[in-house]
């Protein structure tokens, strides 16, 4: 990336010590916005998972408001295997479904859809404990959706 710029011969050590303090200054700013971008995050997850909290306790999954449509989005994750019995356990079970080489370098998206066919179809089938070897059960997390209303 510095390859891009052509070095000057003549620059001076008070100009290159110049270009190191605003380095420092950027630096310094982006900090700033991250630790804010932090801060703000923890905010909102706490002001949302008040409102699952509020808009359970009411047995409400939509309440529409003059600021949006405000919704709690219901997901199961499933955590990829983290012991090397748990891989294997999972890949032989991906294998005896011939999967394997589609799904063997999965991310959670893909393992998350896949799974959740899987769980559908054995829920179809009327196997209600059903769990993919290596993986166990999904974690089920909420979240609020936030719609603009139409103008």
């Known amino acids: 990336m510095y390859n891009d710029y052509d070095v ?6 008070s100009q290159l010590d110049e270009l190191c303090l605003k380095l420092a200054e950027l630096r310094g700013e982006i900090d700033e916005i991250k630790n804010k971008k932090t801060s703000l995050e ?3 997850a706490e002001v949302s998972d008040r409102i699952i909290t509020h808009l359970t306790a009411h047995k409400k999954t939509k309440y529409e408001t003059a600021s949006g449509t405000f919704g709690i989005t ?14 294997e ?3 032989n079970y991906l294998k005896s479904k ?18 959740k ?5 054995a829920i179809e089938e009327g196997h209600s404990d059903f769990e993919i ?3 166990g059960e999904p974690s089920l997390y909420e979240k609020i959706t936030i719609r603009k209303n139409k103008k």
């Open 8 to 13: 000057e011969d003549d620059i001076t050590l």
């Open 42 to 44: 923890q905010q909102y």
């Open 74 to 87: 219901r997901r199961f994750s499933y955590k990829v295997p983290k012991t090397p019995e748990d891989r």
């Open 89 to 91: 356990a999972f890949f």
């Open 98 to 115: 011939e999967v394997f080489e589609d799904l063997i370098t999965v991310n959670s998206q893909t393992l998350n859809a896949y799974a």
């Open 117 to 121: 066919r899987e769980l559908d179809n």
């Open 133 to 135: 070897p290596g993986i």
